[in-house]
């Protein structure tokens, strides 16, 4: 069974940075695809960013250049650096991985940016 769990959202001024991490277990994390996805009140979940087992990178256009994902398969681990954030970065954030053709989900982590 593949876990999922997110850490390190908060509340943070426009223009700070937050780093998220999401620690996986009981997958085959290193031959994973990683995602972080994010969802904000009223609004459909979106792709925010992508790494993939052979360490491709994929960015939503509205973060590149401000956000950067990462991982360290050592110790399952991927993160999502975000800075320069703004108010339309809060959102709850979600870490997601896919093996066997089955989606996985964290929790969740909520990323609040004030004005």
């Known amino acids: 069974q593949v876990q999922l769990v997110e850490s390190g959202g908060g509340l943070v001024q426009a223009g700070g940075s937050l780093r998220l991490s999401c620690a996986a277990s009981?997958?085959?994390?290193?031959?994973?695809?990683m995602g972080w996805y994010r969802q904000a009140p009223g609004k459909q979940r979106e792709l925010v960013a992508r790494?993939?087992?052979?360490?491709?990178?994929n960015y939503a256009d509205s973060v590149k250049g401000r956000f950067t994902i990462s991982r360290d398969n050592a110790k399952n681990t991927v993160y999502l650096q975000m800075n320069s954030l703004k108010p339309e970065d809060t959102a709850v954030y979600y870490c997601n991985t896919m093996e066997w053709g089955v989606h996985y989900w964290g929790q969740g982590t909520q990323v609040t940016v004030s004005s």
């Open positions: 790494i993939r087992s052979s360490g491709t990178l």
């Open positions: 009981g997958s085959t994390f290193s031959f994973n695809d």
